[in-house]
């Protein structure tokens, strides 16, 4: 499984941006797909996931409210939308595949069960 980030960019505070991340090779592997994102010195954080094909969804208390994720199947596309974007928010957003079936909320924000990660893709939100 191949995964590709996109849409980061430049913002200010208060801000939207909406994150891609489409998945190629092997379908059957991906089950979940998790957005992280590193700050620079700081640890890898886990932001949302979503259950490839059921309807399971979970964001971090840290950005709920303003953070969603979503998906495109005929796609294989997942969505990060990022709606008042604040400084806090600058940091590398990657997007992960868990390869393994099953979905339970304090395995998917390990960052350690996901098998695939994409490239990243940088957000920066300015005051």
């Known amino acids: 499984v191949q995964l590709q980030a996109s849409g980061g960019g430049l913002v200010q505070a208060g801000d939207s941006l909406k994150l891609s991340c489409v998945a190629s090779?092997?379908?059957?592997?991906?089950?979940?797909v998790g957005w992280f994102r590193q700050a620079p010195g700081k640890e890898r954080e886990f932001v949302a996931a979503?259950?490839?094909?059921?309807?399971?969804?979970l964001v971090a208390d840290s950005v709920k409210g303003r953070f969603t994720i979503s998906k495109d199947f005929a796609k294989n596309t997942v969505y990060l939308q990022m709606n008042s974007l604040k400084t806090e928010d600058t940091a590398v957003y990657f997007c992960?595949?868990?390869?393994?079936?099953?979905?339970?909320?304090?395995?998917?924000?390990?960052?350690?069960?996901?098998?695939?990660w994409g490239q990243g893709t940088q957000v920066t939100v300015s005051s």
């Open positions: 090779g092997d379908s059957y592997r991906v089950n979940v």
């Open positions: 979503i259950s490839w094909r059921g309807i399971s969804t």
């Open positions: 992960a595949n868990k390869g393994t079936p099953g979905w339970s909320v304090a395995v998917v924000k390990r960052s350690s069960v996901y098998d695939h």
